[in-house]
């Protein structure tokens, strides 16, 4: 696995199987500017190494500062870029869990327009194992 990028709130890594992005969220970002920041960021390494496959793990995201981003910046970008698979780590937190879960209810309109398919997980290893057999 490659470090391609870090600072306080996240790590990009790229996996060892071609096509897939990790992307690993290390604190809550409350400040709106800087989420969009780290979106285009991210959107920038799915475009530079051309992934179809992300893992998200989030085991520390317990709120998001402004959801809409998802729907404006984050979910057009990486399903024109031919993104159909999530995978997100939640690490078993209740309150993590449930965020996601809104979420993906939240985005579930650009996730059936891209065909995205997004599966949530305890553990990194079993997201892994789903991002390898597709």
């Not at 190494?49 to 057009?76: C, G, Q, V």
Request: charged letters at 30%; glycine letters at 6%.
């Amino acid at each position: 696995m490659k470090k391609l990028f870090e600072n306080e709130y996240m790590e990009i890594r790229s996996n060892t199987m071609p096509g897939v992005l990790e992307i690993k969220s290390k604190k809550v970002c409350d400040d709106i500017n800087e989420l969009e920041k780290h979106i285009i960021i991210i959107n920038q390494y799915v475009k530079d190494t051309k992934a179809k496959k992300l893992i998200f793990t989030l085991d520390t995201l317990e709120e998001i500062s402004k959801e809409s981003l998802l729907n404006e910046k984050l979910f057009p970008f990486i399903g024109g870029e031919g993104i159909q698979d999530i995978a997100v780590v939640t690490g078993g937190n209740k309150k993590v869990k449930t965020l996601v879960h809104e979420l993906g209810s939240y985005v579930s309109p650009l996730k059936r327009q891209y065909h995205i398919r997004t599966e949530v997980f305890d553990n990194y290893e079993p997201a892994i194992d789903w991002i390898n057999a597709l």
